[in-house]
Every structure is written in structure tokens, then in C-alpha cells.
């Protein structure tokens, strides 16, 4: 049965709908104001969005958007300090793994299911982006799925061609992973692979897939008690911090994610794990602010999925929500840009200009996702990967977490190999036990 309010909500977006197709007049001369906070997404980020809002006002030229970037390094902060006094804005570009403490907060509007269905039931997004339109383990949706973001194998198809390495069988398995990159190196013709260390956008991202894959996880499944010290978690950690200290070259492990993705793009090493950004910066001409000319996006790359292991494939699946505060006065016109941004229009143009996979499943069938062939391992990941869960701790477990394996990282670079196993444990034991304060003080 439909509710009362969702019946209002979408006879409102109607009505806004109607004014706008018997107004002549812009968005700016009558009608609410929007204020959208948004974090910088893609290469140009103030002039995608600038178009969004332009696509926006054909159909709703009575509402005007104010849209204001955020940097990624205090928006979570700012919404946070913004929540309680209501003085945010009306709707927010939000991480995922920030849903949880947002929603335990309060303040933020709860979808009905009207609401929901009108952008896309459940079903229609991806599940793992769906897992975090909520708290943990609830059924309330305070936020709508809006991108994805997940990370893939890109590789140099010349340097593999070179050494005689067929893809297919080159990373299918942490041992052929292994394999491939012991070629690389031993051929002395190009470092084997590059990532981010301790200056990585979130290094609780990059470990994940391999203690998943592992057989391990980072929290109990009620989300209460921390696990990354558990043994088959510690062997996960292990084999990604491995890599690093066995084939990344320490100087590159000191660098930050846009730099390791820029020194792919110019040939410094053969492999590297990234998200779909990096795959359309190599398809875009340099004065576009693309990698294109490099030297990897001319001598060829491809794309593939994460390697398995003892546990599967399993990706880690991240990206961004859409939510409305309670504190706005002006819910149906919130709504109906959230609608916008969140619906296939919103998803296929916006969306796949700032070098992300669309939440919304129906979106990712259109011609610019299904056709870019560097895409097709994203899709695999994003329909099999795992969110973090949405706990109201999770912010404060992810600083925790890239603190702690900042110190692998310094140890594997000042010693230029992987860090002793048992050091490892010691450090995800204390990793474990700053955890579970954090968990507990957010109960």
C-alpha cells in the first residue's frame, strides 16, 4: 500500500513537473532554491555539474540548484557539524561508507518506498551499492545510490604481448597474479606494478578484496566486533601488503593514488589497480585533462577483473549516495533533483562524464557504459562485489584502518620488502583493539 506521504511526494514532483511545461520562464525568476553540496567528481568537476543542473531545469526550469563543492578532505565533517543545527544544505553528495553515522545522527529524510520506486526499486540497483542506502542491518533507505566505484586489474597489453604472458591465464588467481608480475620484473624491461601506499585515497579499500578473498572480513557480520586480526584475515593483508613490498618500487608506494594513475598513464611500471576513472582518462586527449597521449594509452592497456582467491573473486564496491535533510523546506523540489540525478538521464550523462559506473542497473545497459569495452571488468565486479558495512563507527574505523597500515607501508618501504608476518599481526592486533573502542563509542 501506498503511503500517504509518498503519494504527496510524487503528486508534488507532478505538479512541478506541469508548472514547468506551462512556464516559459529560467530557473533563477521563480521557485524554490536548492542548495546541493557535491564532491569533486572527475576531471572537471564544476562544469559536469553545471551541465546537470542545465539538463535539470528543461524539465524543472522553477527550481534553481546552488550547487557548492565540497573538498572530499572535510565534507564528511561539514554535513556532519551541519546536521544537528539544521543549517546544510537541502540535498548532499555522501560516500557510502558515510550513510551509517549520518543516518544514526539523524537528519536525514527517510525515502518511502513510494519514493524509492519512483527512482528505481531495490532491485534496481546494484546490490552491493544498495546495502548502503541505509544503517546497518535496517530497512530504512536515508539515501539513493547514485555512482560506483570499485577497482579493477588495468594492465599494459604490449609489455604482456612482449613476454609472451596470454591475459586469459595472467591474473585469474593470486598465483597466476603472482606468476605475471615475477615475469615482468625478471624481464628488466619495466617495473611489474604500481600502487599507493600509505597516501592512498583509502587504504582500507585497497586490502579489502584480498582478506575477503582470503576467507576473512573486517567486522562480524552483526558488525560489532572487529575481525582483521583473525587469521585468515591476517593472510589476506599479508598477501596484498606481499605484493607491494615484492614488486611495487618504494618510491612509488610513497605517492598518492592520482599520482600512481598518472604514472601508469606514462609508462612507469606495467600494472596497477584503479576504478573506471583511470580507464577514461587513458581514452581522453591531455587537453581535455586525459592521459590519452601517454604512453600506456598508446602502446595499449586493458582492463580485467581483481584475480581470486582461496575465497573467490570479491571486489570491493564503494562510491556515492544522495540524500535529502530533514532540516529542507523545500522537500518536493530536493526530491525531484535526486530523482533527476539518480534516474537513467541523471546516471547515463552525468554519471558516465565523470568516469564512474552507474548504481542504477538499467542506466548500465546504455550504449557509454555497455560499449566501452575497458569497462566490462567493472561491471563484473560491481555485480559480485561487497560495500562496507554502513555501522555508525565506520568513518572512524576507516581512519583507524589507514593509520595502522600506514605503518606497514613505512616499514615495507624503509626495508624495501614485504613486512614479517608476525610484525603484521601485531599491527592489525592493535588495529583490532582501536576498533572495537570506536565501535563502542559509537553503540
Same mark, same amino acid.
Request: hydrophobic share 45%; net charge negative.
Given at each position: 500500500?501506498?503511503?500517504?506521504?509518498?503519494?504527496?511526494?510524487?503528486?508534488?514532483?507532478?505538479?512541478?513537473?506541469?508548472?514547468?511545461?506551462?512556464? !516559459?520562464?529560467?530557473?533563477?525568476?521563480?521557485?524554490?532554491?536548492?542548495?546541493?553540496?557535491?564532491?569533486?567528481?572527475?576531471i572537471?568537476?564544476?562544469?559536469?555539474?553545471?551541465?546537470?543542473?542545465?539538463?535539470?531545469?528543461?524539465?524543472?526550469?522553477?527550481?534553481r540548484?546552488?550547487?557548492?563543492?565540497?573538498?572530499?578532505?572535510?565534507?564528511?565533517?561539514?554535513?556532519?557539524?551541519?546536521?544537528?543545527?539544521?543549517?546544510?544544505?537541502?540535498?548532499?553528495?555522501?560516500d /557510502?561508507?558515510?550513510?551509517?553515522?549520518?543516518?544514526?545522527?539523524?537528519?536525514?529524510?527517510?525515502?518511502?518506498?513510494?519514493?524509492?520506486?519512483?527512482?528505481?526499486?531495490?532491485?534496481?540497483?546494484?546490490?552491493?551499492?544498495?546495502?548502503?542506502?541505509?544503517?546497518?542491518?535496517t530497512?530504512?533507505?536515508?539515501?539513493?545510490?547514485?555512482?560506483?566505484?570499485?577497482?579493477?586489474?588495468?594492465?599494459?597489453?604490449?609489455?604482456?604481448?612482449?613476454?609472451?604472458i596470454?591475459?586469459?591465464?595472467?591474473?585469474?588467481?593470486?598465483?597466476?597474479?603472482?606468476?605475471?608480475?615475477?615475469?615482468?620484473?625478471?624481464?628488466?624491461?619495466?617495473?611489474?606494478?604500481?600502487?599507493?601506499?600509505?597516501?592512498?585515497?583509502?587504504?582500507?579499500?585497497?586490502?579489502?578484496?584480498?582478506?575477503?578473498?582470503?576467507?576473512?572480513?573486517?567486522?562480524?557480520e552483526?558488525?560489532?566486533?572487529?575481525?582483521?586480526?583473525?587469521?585468515?584475515?591476517?593472510?589476506?593483508?599479508?598477501?596484498?601488503?606481499?605484493?607491494?613490498?615484492k614488486y611495487?618500487?618504494?618510491?612509488?608506494?610513497q605517492?598518492?593514488?592520482?599520482?600512481?594513475?598518472?604514472?601508469?598513464?606514462?609508462?612507469?611500471?606495467?600494472?596497477t589497480?584503479?576504478?573506471?576513472?583511470?580507464?577514461?582518462q587513458?581514452?581522453?586527449?591531455? /587537453?581535455?585533462?586525459?592521459?590519452g597521449?601517454?604512453?600506456?594509452a598508446? !602502446?595499449?592497456?586493458?582492463?580485467?577483473?581483481?584475480?581470486?582467491?582461496?575465497?573467490?573473486?570479491?571486489?570491493?564496491?564503494?562510491?556515492?549516495?544522495?540524500?535529502?535533510?530533514?532540516?529542507?523546506?523545500?522537500?518536493?523540489?530536493?526530491?525531484?533533483?535526486?530523482?533527476?540525478l539518480?534516474?537513467v538521464?541523471?546516471?547515463?550523462?552525468?554519471?558516465s562524464?565523470?568516469?564512474?559506473?552507474?548504481?542504477?542497473?538499467?542506466?548500465?545497459?546504455?550504449?557509454?557504459?555497455?560499449?566501452n569495452?575497458?569497462?566490462?571488468?567493472?561491471?563484473?565486479?560491481?555485480?559480485?562485489?561487497?560495500?562496507?558495512p554502513?555501522?555508525?563507527?565506520?568513518?572512524?574505523?576507516?581512519?583507524?584502518?589507514?593509520?595502522?597500515?600506514?605503518?606497514?607501508?613505512?616499514?615495507v618501504?624503509?626495508?624495501?620488502?614485504?613486512m614479517a608476518?608476525?610484525?603484521?599481526?601485531?599491527?592489525?592486533?592493535?588495529?583490532?583493539?582501536?576498533?572495537?573502542?570506536?565501535?563502542?563509542?559509537?553503540?
Amino acid at each position: 500500500m501506498r503511503t500517504a506521504r509518498g503519494l504527496s511526494r510524487l503528486a508534488a514532483a507532478a505538479a512541478l513537473l506541469l508548472a514547468a511545461a506551462c512556464t !516559459s520562464s529560467n530557473a533563477t525568476s521563480q521557485g524554490p532554491t536548492i542548495d546541493f553540496w557535491y564532491l569533486p567528481n572527475g576531471i572537471h568537476p564544476e562544469q559536469y555539474m553545471q551541465d546537470a543542473v542545465k539538463a535539470f531545469n528543461v524539465g524543472h526550469p522553477n527550481i534553481r540548484i546552488n550547487a557548492t563543492k565540497l573538498s572530499r578532505a572535510d565534507a564528511y565533517s561539514k554535513l556532519g557539524a551541519a546536521l544537528p543545527g539544521g543549517a546544510g544544505p537541502d540535498v548532499a553528495q555522501v560516500d /557510502t561508507t558515510w550513510v551509517g553515522a549520518l543516518a544514526k545522527a539523524g537528519g536525514l529524510h527517510e525515502f518511502t518506498p513510494d519514493e524509492v520506486r519512483a527512482i528505481g526499486v531495490a532491485g534496481a540497483f546494484a546490490p552491493a551499492i544498495w546495502e548502503s542506502s541505509g544503517k546497518y542491518k535496517t530497512s530504512q533507505t536515508t539515501a539513493i545510490p547514485w555512482f560506483v566505484d570499485t577497482r579493477a586489474v588495468f594492465y599494459r597489453t604490449d609489455v604482456l604481448k612482449s613476454l609472451g604472458i596470454e591475459p586469459a591465464n595472467a591474473f585469474g588467481s593470486w598465483e597466476d597474479f603472482d606468476h605475471t608480475l615475477d615475469a615482468i620484473q625478471r624481464s628488466g624491461k619495466i617495473a611489474a606494478l604500481g600502487v599507493a601506499g600509505k597516501n592512498a585515497t583509502n587504504p582500507a579499500a585497497d586490502f579489502a578484496p584480498w582478506v575477503w578473498e582470503a576467507g576473512g572480513s573486517l567486522l562480524s557480520e552483526d558488525g560489532a566486533t572487529p575481525e582483521v586480526s583473525e587469521a585468515r584475515s591476517v593472510n589476506g593483508f599479508d598477501e596484498y601488503q606481499r605484493l607491494g613490498g615484492k614488486y611495487v618500487p618504494p618510491a612509488v608506494l610513497q605517492k598518492n593514488s592520482a599520482d600512481v594513475e598518472a604514472m601508469f598513464a606514462a609508462g612507469k611500471f606495467a600494472v596497477t589497480i584503479s576504478g573506471p576513472s583511470l580507464a577514461q582518462q587513458l581514452q581522453q586527449p591531455k /587537453t581535455q585533462g586525459g592521459f590519452g597521449d601517454d604512453v600506456a594509452a598508446r !602502446s595499449g592497456f586493458a582492463t580485467t577483473p581483481l584475480p581470486g582467491g582461496p575465497a573467490g573473486r570479491l571486489a570491493y564496491v564503494g562510491g556515492s549516495n544522495l540524500v535529502i535533510l530533514k532540516s529542507t523546506r523545500h522537500e518536493d523540489a530536493a526530491y525531484a533533483w535526486v530523482q533527476f540525478l539518480a534516474g537513467v538521464e541523471g546516471q547515463t550523462n552525468y554519471v558516465s562524464r565523470i568516469g564512474m559506473y552507474p548504481a542504477l542497473l538499467s542506466a548500465a545497459g546504455a550504449s557509454v557504459f555497455a560499449g566501452n569495452k575497458y569497462l566490462a571488468a567493472f561491471k563484473v565486479q560491481v555485480n559480485t562485489g561487497r560495500p562496507f558495512p554502513t555501522v555508525a563507527a565506520w568513518p572512524s574505523i576507516e581512519k583507524i584502518l589507514a593509520a595502522d597500515l600506514g605503518t606497514v607501508w613505512d616499514t615495507v618501504i624503509a626495508d624495501h620488502q614485504p613486512m614479517a608476518k608476525d610484525a603484521l599481526e601485531t599491527v592489525l592486533e592493535k588495529a583490532a583493539t582501536d576498533m572495537q573502542v570506536a565501535i563502542n563509542q559509537a553503540a
